[in-house]
T-cell receptor
Framework: GDSVTQMEGPVTLSEEAFLTINCTYTATGYPSLFWYVQYPGEGLQLLLK?????DKGSNKGFEATYRKETTSFHLEKGSVQVSDSAVYFC??????????FGTGTRLQVFP | DAGVIQSPRHEVTEMGQEVTLRCKPISGHDYLFWYRQTMMRGLELLIY????????DSGMPEDRFSAKMPNASFSTLKIQPSEPRDSAVYFC?????????????FGEGSRLTVL
């Protein structure tokens, strides 16, 4: 079945470091792909999305490019801040009303 | 506008007791989802509704779990009897239309601890 695989965390970085969180997917067709973020004590919220191959989603300095060849949707940010500390979830949707989430990657940014 | 509202935020109960979690979706949203989050299993979809009708409950772990949506502004998730392995954070989320935009709006969750 359709699934999402994320790198295990935690990812620990110093402020202003470059961030990459890997996400790969398995789907029978061409899904829509999403990154959600969960700040401590809160629910998830949509960070960015891409609905077709080669699309780049971006928001708040974060970017991710839909790569069909490698079935990937890696999340990147050029310079992280302490306030970016959160859990990041990759998700896909294909031919259904359900979002399938990865297991989440915890990011910890230290000053 | 108010977001998705869940109650209670925290619940501690003893094994065997009945637990009822409540959710008020965003007004005008016609989809409602119940998710469970644990360290071991991550985020699992339990059930979702469209226009108050349950569409897919294949994620409901067993008969001890039940969910209802009597009207467009209210849903419950009930566990009876509760067990320690049900301890988790339960999220309710809603959306308008299908998920073409992918934007689910989540509540802040109900943290359940079963002793």
């Amino acid at each position: 079945g359709d699934s999402v695989t994320q790198m295990e965390g935690p990812v620990t970085l110093s402020e202003e470091a470059f961030l990459t969180i890997n996400c790969t997917y398995t789907a029978t067709g061409y899904p829509s792909l999403f990154w959600y973020v969960q700040y401590p004590g809160e629910g998830l919220q949509l960070l960015l999305k891409a609905t077709k191959a080669d699309d780049k989603g971006s928001n708040k300095g974060f970017e991710a490019t839909y790569r069909k060849e490698t079935t990937s949707f890696h999340l990147e940010k050029g310079s992280v801040q302490v306030s970016d500390s959160a859990v990041y979830f990759c998700a896909l949707r294909y031919n259904t009303d359900k979002l399938i989430f990865g297991t989440g990657t915890r990011l910890q940014v230290f000053p | 506008d108010a977001g998705v509202i869940q109650s209670p935020r925290h619940e501690v109960t003893e094994m065997g007791q009945e637990v009822t979690l409540r959710c008020k979706p965003i007004s005008g949203h016609d989809y409602l989802f119940w998710y469970r989050q644990t360290m071991m299993r991550g985020l699992e979809l339990l059930i979702y509704f469209n226009n108050n009708v349950p569409i897919d409950d294949s994620g409901m772990p067993e008969d001890r779990f039940s969910a209802k949506m009597p009207n467009a502004s209210f849903s419950t998730l009930k566990i009876q009897p509760s067990e320690p392995r049900d301890s988790a954070v339960y999220f309710c989320a809603s959306s308008r239309g299908t998920l073409n935009t992918g934007e689910l709006f989540f509540g802040e969750g109900s943290r359940l601890t079963v002793l």
